[in-house]
């Protein structure tokens, strides 16, 4: 799984998910897995500001992500 951490605030990322979409956009905050709702997936996400939309991906969503 990729570590998503490291990215958090990261600035202008690509991001694939594991569909093959290439997302571009700024990475924003990491939601913790502890963070989320009982009736959510217990998982790590990134927010990524992309196309003028927040959007967010879980950990187990993404394929690859790099800063550019």
């Known amino acids: 799984m990729i570590n998503i951490w490291k990215f958090e605030y990261a600035g202008k990322v690509k991001l694939i998910d594991i569909d093959g979409n290439e997302f571009i956009g700024d990475a924003q905050e990491i939601t913790d897995a ?11 996400g990134i927010t990524i500001f992309t196309d003028g939309k927040l959007v967010e991906f879980y950990q187990s969503e993404i394929r690859s992500i790099e800063k550019i």
Do not use: G, T, V, Y
């Open 34 to 44: 502890s963070e989320r709702p009982e009736e959510e997936k217990p998982e790590d």
